[in-house]
Nanobody
């Protein structure tokens, strides 16, 4: 069992930056892959970025490549999503999720989810 809590969301202007954090409880967090997903009103939840258990493998949605960076610190049970050059279309509720393998892009591969943190980007 893994419990996840996201933080770091907020409101920024286009071009600004935010760093989201995903804090996990559980002794075995370092063995899980972690994904960041986002969902905006009326849209499906979509994969944004993922990282494997060691941090050696990452994967990104094409539209965020070069702007977002996912990383993890297993000693702190935390995964980060650094978001730079934010655009209005990045606005959404962002969720972190943990899974047994990956990173994968399917939300169905992640059994554990946080409650989400809101990101608002104004133009």
């Amino acid at each position: 069992q893994v419990d996840l809590v996201e933080s770091g969301g907020g409101s920024v202007q286009a071009g600004g930056s935010l760093r989201l954090s995903c804090l996990a409880s559980g002794r075995t967090f370092s063995s899980y892959a972690v994904g960041w997903f986002r969902q905006s009103a009326g849209k499906e939840r979509e994969f944004v970025a993922g990282i494997n258990w060691s941090g050696s493998s990452t994967y990104y949605l094409d539209s965020v490549k070069g702007r977002f960076t996912i990383s993890r610190d297993n000693a702190k049970n935390t995964v980060y999503l650094q978001m730079n050059s934010l655009k209005p279309e990045d606005a959404a509720v962002y969720y972190c999720a943990a899974g047994y393998s990956g990173p994968t892009t399917s939300r169905y591969d992640y059994p554990y989810w946080g409650q989400g943190t809101q990101v608002t980007v104004s133009s």
